[in-house]
């Protein structure tokens, strides 16, 4: 679905709107007018000398709840095209525009102006025009005008009159639209470019205050618009630091910007030169960094997800493992005690492996989620392979008391088999995410590093609490069955839950690398099996089984190695709703047609996924409502690693998939809850 390199979003919205305006242009100049959701007003000053330049001005009146854009619209939106007809011997400058502000949009950040604005062109008339001649000037002005739901290419032809000298009285909006203009700053900035941020040097008193500072920048491609920047006092200088585009061309050149001190429109303008960047000084913003609950509340957040999860059906892969573990928990007190805190151990050390991981490959660039584990297809066949030992462990065909996952009788086996139980636990369990999970995993991806740890420990404490207390809890020990001989046939009963695992993941292993990608995962895996086996053989007879064992490990080894190349190829998905593929540039055309939009995010290793397209998605009454009302269905499969997957969920503060979103006709987004039914889509239809 992705090559190497993709094209930056705003560019697909950026041709998206481009050929709506030149469709639009077809259509008469007064219809189009009426028809401005910003109104456009071409004005001139009442005298001007000839020869000398003055100022013209485009103002700007958008409708409520309608904004236009700065010369660099950020990541989505478009900047105003002008196409001047002047008098002979007349100049026009470059455009000049007051201080914009910040929006972001579905994680989008964009450059605005939400109110009456002007627009400020210097225009300078013919030396040779005659005093009291009245020059015409025209302007055919094409701009976008959006909502936070829907754009609208907008057009009008724009005409004045420059009067050479005369006795008008002077246009008092002149002096408030030049007021709003950013103050050129009277020092020249220095910059310091990598491939990971720019960085700024900009002379500013230490005296001027900055109450919500963010810098906007004019040349396009070069920083992420929507990346919290970073903000410090040395001196009389003021040190920024933004990070770059992911594409972002290297640029050796000058840079132009604007530095807006708060939200009243106060700022300058600077141009910034290659030159020393100091580092340190006293930090004193972050700016876009998103709202976050407290963290004592994200904590407590994840430590409900974590033991919501335990009833989730992401857990019920590793019943077999767990219900064993709760068997032998009633053996001792000593035991079940120390098998709990291995337990919890080990679910702790992988929730925090897999949070310090996912954390490292987002700081590199990489637009990875919580569970991107199972978006790599040699993890699916390592699971595939330990799924299918695990089974026939249970079946008996062998023994392996280390790690011990279930099969060990000494308290040392116990202990090592809980912890890898714990392990493997968190590592399978994870993916999927439940109630109050998804908030705080979410946030864990935007706060520092020691609070995100902090909440991943706290989800893998929350899986593990159900062991915890019946490790630590007498009285709900008192009620498990006493261990017995009843515990072997336990043990092979419990194997039928990790093979239908080990069928769940070849199903995946297919999904995720196509048809001789399984092939080949399937015959490793009976080599692994048939070593096994031959391992269990050995040991019934009372031989060594370590050469067949390391048979075992060399195939499993071999396999992830020799693999042939993951090709999942265009594999058409089915189903009863009429679904196309999720893309930024989709959603945005959804969105803009005024049909309510359902967007949902799934992957074919998510199971809570897939219960909830069984009973409430993938259903003839659904299909019915959707029908009647219109409703576009936008399907985003996360199972392979998606970037624009990947930036939706994290700009709807979810860290992995499920993820339902509804747009109503009026372009209201409300996140569905992460449980399902039929009755409850039926009824957004019907709203």
């Given at each position: 679905m992705h090559g190497s390199f993709m094209e930056p979003r705003r560019y697909r919205l950026f041709v998206a709107v481009l050929c709506r305006l030149l469709a639009l242009l077809l259509l008469p100049a007064p219809a189009m007018a009426a028809s401005n959701h910003i109104a456009a007003e071409l004005i001139a000053p009442a005298a001007v000398a000839a020869g000398e330049e003055t100022t013209l001005a485009i103002h700007m009146r958008p409708a409520k709840g309608w904004h236009g854009y700065w010369t660099n619209p950020g990541d989505a939106g478009l900047g105003m095209q002008l196409d001047w007809s002047l008098p002979e011997g007349a100049s026009i400058g470059e455009p000049q525009y007051p201080v914009p502000h910040t929006l972001v949009?579905?994680?989008?950040?964009?450059?605005?102006?939400?109110?009456?604005?002007?627009?400020?062109?210097?225009?300078?008339p013919p030396a040779d025009a005659a005093p009291g001649s009245r020059l015409p000037v025209r302007v055919k002005a094409q701009w976008l005008a959006c909502t936070d739901e829907i754009c609208v290419p907008e057009r009008a032809e724009l005409a004045t009159e420059v009067v050479i000298g005369g006795s008008a009285?002077?246009?008092?909006?002149?002096?408030?639209?030049?007021?709003?203009?950013?103050?050129?700053?009277?020092?020249?900035?220095?910059?310091?470019?990598?491939?990971?941020?720019?960085?700024?040097?900009?002379?500013?008193?230490?005296?001027?205050?900055?109450?919500?500072?963010?810098?906007?920048?004019?040349?396009?491609?070069?920083?992420?618009?929507?990346?919290?920047?970073?903000?410090?006092?040395?001196?009389?200088l003021l040190l920024v630091t933004i990070p770059r585009a992911r594409f972002a061309a290297r640029e050796a050149g000058t840079v132009g910007g604007v530095l807006k001190f708060d939200d009243a429109g106060n700022g300058v303008f600077f141009i910034a030169r290659p030159g020393e960047v100091p580092t340190g000084g006293e930090v004193?913003?972050?700016?876009?960094?998103?709202?976050?609950?407290?963290?004592?509340?994200?904590?407590?957040?994840?430590?409900?997800?974590?033991?919501?999860?335990?009833?989730?059906?992401?857990?019920?892969?590793?019943?077999?493992?767990?219900?064993?573990?709760?068997?032998?928990?009633?053996?001792?007190?000593?035991?079940?005690?120390?098998?709990?805190?291995?337990?919890?151990a080990g679910v702790i050390v992988a929730c925090l492996g897999l949070g310090g991981a996912l954390l490292i490959l987002r700081a590199a660039g990489e637009e990875v989620g919580w569970a991107f584990q199972l978006q790599e297809p040699l993890v699916v066949v390592a699971l595939l392979l330990l799924a299918s030992a695990i089974t026939a462990n249970l079946l008996g065909a062998f023994e392996f008391a280390v790690p011990g996952f279930v099969a060990g009788?000494?308290?040392?086996?116990?202990?090592?088999?809980?912890?890898?139980?714990?392990?493997?636990?968190?590592?399978?369990?994870?993916?999927?995410?439940g109630p109050f999970m998804a908030g705080a995993m979410g946030a864990a991806l935007?706060?520092?590093?020691?609070?995100?740890?902090?909440?991943?420990?706290?989800?893998?404490?929350?899986?593990?609490?159900?062991?915890?207390?019946?490790?630590?809890?007498?009285?709900?020990?008192?009620?498990?069955?006493?261990?017995?001989?009843?515990?072997?046939?336990?043990?092979?009963?419990?194997?039928?839950?990790?093979?239908?695992?080990?069928?769940?993941?070849?199903?995946?292993?297919?999904?995720?690398g196509g048809p001789w990608f399984l092939a080949g995962a399937l015959i490793f895996t009976l080599l692994v099996l048939a070593a096994l086996t031959g391992a269990g053989l050995a040991q019934r007879r009372g031989k060594r089984a370590l050469p067949a064992a390391l048979l075992a490990v060399f195939a499993a080894i071999a396999g992830l190695f020799l693999l042939p190349r993951p090709d999942p190829g265009a594999a058409q998905v089915e189903s009863v709703l009429d679904t196309r593929p999720f893309s930024e540039a989709a959603l945005t055309d959804a969105r803009a047609s005024g049909k309510p939009v359902?967007?949902?995010?799934?992957?074919?290793?998510?199971?809570?996924?897939?219960?909830?397209?069984?009973?409430?998605?993938?259903?003839?009454?659904t299909k019915q409502a959707f029908e009647k009302a219109g409703v576009v269905v936008l399907r985003g499969d996360w199972t392979r690693r998606d970037p624009e997957i990947t930036r939706y969920l994290t700009a709807h503060g979810a860290a992995g998939v499920p993820l339902y979103v509804w747009y109503a006709k009026d372009g209201t987004a409300e996140k569905l809850p992460q449980v399902l039914t039929p009755a409850l889509l039926a009824a957004k239809a019907g709203s």
């Open positions: 949009v579905s994680g989008l950040m964009n450059h605005v102006y939400k109110s009456d604005y002007a627009v400020l062109v210097p225009f300078t009285p002077t246009d008092a909006r002149f002096a408030e639209w030049m007021r709003r203009l950013p103050a050129p700053l009277d020092a020249p900035a220095t910059m310091a470019i990598t491939d990971k941020s720019l960085r700024l040097a900009i002379p500013l008193p230490a005296s001027v205050e900055l109450t919500a500072p963010h810098v906007f920048i004019e040349q396009d491609k070069l920083v992420d618009y929507a990346a919290p920047q970073t903000f410090a006092r040395r001196g009389d004193i913003a972050s700016g876009g960094d998103p709202v976050l609950p407290a963290l004592p509340w994200l904590l407590l957040a994840a430590l409900a997800g974590g033991l919501l999860l335990n009833i989730m059906p992401c857990v019920f892969p590793i019943l077999s493992l767990k219900a064993l573990s709760l068997a032998r928990a009633g053996e001792s007190e000593a035991h079940a005690r120390i098998e709990g805190l291995a337990y919890a009788r000494s308290p040392r086996s116990y202990t090592q088999g809980a912890f890898a139980t714990g392990l493997l636990a968190a590592f399978v369990a994870t993916p999927c995410t935007l706060l520092p590093v020691m609070p995100a740890l902090a909440l991943f420990a706290a989800l893998g404490l929350g899986i593990a609490l159900p062991f915890l207390a019946v490790a630590f809890v007498p009285a709900l020990r008192r009620r498990l069955p006493r261990p017995g001989p009843w515990m072997n046939g336990l043990r092979r009963a419990m194997a039928v839950p990790m093979g239908l695992t080990a069928l769940a993941l070849v199903w995946l292993t297919w999904k995720i359902f967007v949902y995010m799934t992957a074919d290793w998510c199971l809570t996924c897939k219960v909830n397209e069984e009973i409430a998605i993938e259903r003839k009454e």
